[in-house]
């Protein structure tokens, strides 16, 4: 089993920034993508980005692009999403996420809120 601990999130005003981070724990994480996803009220729950533990490969919804950036501490087994220039629009509950395909896993984390405010 994996478990999955935001935090970070919090009320910032537009155009700022906030580091979250994703505290994995209970196994060996190589073979796992590491993702972040988010859902405002009333919406889907939308890709924002994901990261490999090694290999260096990452991946950001288009929109996103520039903004944010998924890095990783393979030594802590921790993810971390650098947010910048915050728009009211960013405001959700922020997901970690970790994932494999063979066998297909999938794990979550209880979220942290992020609200921008205008």
């Known amino acids: 089993q994996v478990q999955l601990v935001e935090s970070g999130g919090g009320l910032v005003q537009a155009g700022g920034s906030l580091r979250l981070s994703c505290a994995a724990s209970g196994r060996t994480f190589s073979s796992y993508v590491m993702g972040w996803f988010r859902q405002a009220p009333g919406k889907e729950r939308d890709f924002v980005a994901a990261a490999t533990w090694s290999g260096g490969n990452t991946y950001y919804a288009d929109s996103l692009k520039g903004r944010f950036t998924i890095s990783r501490d393979n030594a802590k087994n921790t993810v971390y999403l650098q947010m910048n220039s915050l728009k009211p629009e960013d405001t959700a509950v922020y997901y970690c996420?970790?994932?494999?395909?063979?066998?297909?896993?999938?794990?979550w984390g209880q979220g942290t809120q992020v609200t921008v405010s205008s």
């Open positions: 996420s970790a994932h494999t395909v063979l066998p297909s896993r999938h794990y």
